[in-house]
T-cell receptor
Framework: DSGVTQTPKHLITATGQRVTLRCSPR?????VYWYQQSLDQGLQFLIQ???????AKGNILERFSAQQFPDLHSELNLSSLELGDSALYFC??????????FGQGTRLTVV | AQTVTQSQPEMSVQEAETVTLSCTYD???????LFWYKQPPSRQMILVIR??????QNATENRFSVNFQKAAKSFSLKISDSQLGDTAMYFC???????????FGGGTRLMVKP
């Protein structure tokens, strides 16, 4: 168990809908990262938050947004969903340096 | 920006034998971290081993060891006494010294055969 909790584990939704993925980082970790992994692909960095503030942005679509709350949990919001958004979405956390620990991921299926 | 390259999309090894996975990276930084993550069929990302660039000694974790060549920007993973449970995707990753996001390679799919 990495200590990073993601909910839900699975999500099936229709095109055009909006969903929210939730992440609780390891205790004491200030940084939260979101990654997207499409089928049999590598990990694409979406966005990073550090202690409540956005720190870095990767290839995140405008339809996607995220935030980190005062208790350090983070949410990734995906709107106007398309079939191509179907993927495994990972949250990871770290103390701001060194390695990141990953949650089990949320498998999103858009139908 | 950093880049990480894994040139072996797929590899296979017989159970109990040794296999080496390759990784090269490009960076202009002097202090950084390198990692190998394992992703088994469950799709969970599991940290296998880490290496600090300022350390000359290669990291070792049980059957897993790395060959870190800083000048050549090479970071290979050696798995000794391969086990069926080692079957997974292996990702090499680069982390800077400031805690910014990890940059991942494309992965190597390893199959351990009985």
């Amino acid at each position: 168990d990495s200590g990073v909790t993601q909910t839900p584990k699975h999500l099936i939704t229709a095109t055009g809908q909006r969903v929210t993925l939730r992440c609780s980082p390891r205790s004491g970790d200030l940084s939260v990262y979101w990654y997207q992994q499409s089928l049999d692909q590598g990990l694409q960095f979406l966005i990073q938050y550090y202690n409540g503030e956005e720190r870095a942005k990767g290839n995140i679509l405008e339809r996607f947004s995220a935030q980190q709350f005062p208790d350090l949990h983070s949410e990734l919001n995906l709107s106007s969903l398309e079939l191509g958004d179907s993927a495994l979405y990972f949250c990871a956390s770290s103390q701001g340096y060194s390695e990141a620990f990953f949650g089990q991921g949320t498998r999103l299926t858009v139908v | 920006a950093q880049t990480v390259t894994q040139s072996q999309p797929e590899m296979s090894v017989q159970e109990a034998e040794t296999v080496t996975l390759s990784c090269t990276y490009d960076t202009s930084e002097n202090n950084y971290y390198l990692f190998w993550y394992k992703q088994p069929p469950s799709r969970q990302m599991i940290l296998v081993i880490r290496q600090e660039a300022y350390k000359q000694q290669n990291a070792t974790e049980n059957r897993f060891s790395v060959n870190f060549q800083k000048a050549a920007k090479s970071f290979s993973l050696k798995i000794s006494d391969s086990q069926l449970g080692d079957t997974a995707m292996y990702f090499c990753a680069f982390g800077d010294n400031a805690g910014n996001m990890l940059t991942f390679g494309g992965g190597t799919r390893l199959m351990v055969k009985p």
